[in-house]
């Protein structure tokens, strides 16, 4: 099968497709015959400063997410040619993942799905919209009525959460660096959007978020917190102001009263959450988003654009094409 490899820390350009044997089926595991992958920005960093860890198991094909069919359903609850999609739970990292034509994979992680969606917009839920659903849903418990302010509007899990926050009868705020985006933001179901210039708690808002999913991160995470009512809810999912921590958190004195802080991590998707995931975009009539699609054989010019984040949206590798060339 084709297969993109890393075998250390490396450059966007020194991605390549080489050849690998075709995984051997094994208990508890299942062969999925991949479609299509979506790209996320935890794969460029792992390319880019984690590959020579111990805790990445290389040489390893990346990719934490896929779509695609069952192609043998060794001992588990599948049936060959199941409809399917993966993801995280160690995929890409300790065993190989979706950067290639057939993954080998916990059953565990594989879920499958009643969809009508083509591969490559089904491509685009796994990681992002169970991201953003997962955040709204566990974390904040947002209800009909509530008011939630998007901070990182703009990036693929924030876009996601607009759509399925309003969807699940929500009030939308979308915070963003340029106005230019606004448009945008309001058609995906933001009610207004404001310009986020790292201090939105002194901003005049319209309306006060009772609710926060904050996706710039520690960076601007005091504010969000003082940005909400009280009583608040505030998730912290994501990282895309490049600082990972706050450093001498002090969880008394920086955590306003009344105000209760949470941080969602993916990394163990269950049923139940991926079923109510993909009811709500059934019922909604949600189309996934998605801004670019490269061949698997495009892999180099695909993480250049992902390591710069000049994609404006998610970024998908059709797999399928290289099924196809065979």
């Known amino acids: 099968m084709k297969a993109v490899v890393i075998n250390h820390c490396c450059k966007a350009e020194d991605l390549k497709v080489s050849e690998l044997p075709l995984p051997k089926v094994k208990p508890g595991w299942v062969l999925v015959k991949i479609h299509a992958a979506g790209l996320n920005h935890s794969e460029a960093l792992m390319r880019q400063f984690e590959a020579d860890s111990d805790y990445i198991n290389t040489p390893v094909v990346p990719g934490i997410e896929c779509v695609g069919e069952i ?13 399917v999609i993966a993801l995280m739970g160690g995929m890409g990292r300790s065993f190989n993942g979706s950067y ?44 009909p009525g509530d008011t939630l302010l998007v901070r990182g509007a703009t990036s693929t899990v924030g876009k996601a959460a607009i759509q ?79 600082q990972f921590t706050l450093p001498d958190f002090d969880p008394i004195k920086q955590i306003p ?35 670019k699609v490269f061949a698997l054989d495009e892999i180099a010019e695909a993480h250049t654009l992902l390591e710069r984040g000049g994609a404006g949206g998610k970024i998908i590798l059709n797999i399928s094409n290289a099924h196809e060339q065979k």
């Open 257 to 291: 009263n009344g105000v209760f802080l949470s941080g969602f991590f993916s990394n163990y998707p269950t049923r139940q959450v991926i079923n109510e995931l993909f009811g709500l975009i059934a019922r909604a009539h949600i189309r996934p988003l998605y801004s």
């Open 164 to 242: 399925l926050a309003k969807a699940m009868g929500a009030t939308v705020i979308g915070a963003c660096r340029r106005e230019q985006s606004f448009g945008e933001l309001r058609a995906l179901g933001a009610d207004c959007c404001v310009t986020d210039d790292a201090h939105i708690s002194s901003a005049a808002l319209p309306v006060k978020p009772n609710k926060a999913l904050e996706l710039v991160g520690p960076k601007t995470l005091a504010d969000t917190m003082r940005t909400v009512s009280r009583p608040g809810y505030v998730c912290n999912t994501g990282i895309l102001g490049n």
């Open 71 to 83: 192609a043998d359903a060794s001992d588990s609850r599948f049936s060959n040619g199941d409809r």
């Open 100 to 143: 290639a034509e057939y993954a080998l994979l916990p059953e565990k992680i594989v879920f499958g799905v009643d969809t009508d969606l083509d591969w490559i917009s089904l491509a685009a839920v796994p990681e992002t919209y169970y991201t953003a659903y997962g955040s709204l849903q566990e974390c904040l418990l947002l209800q």
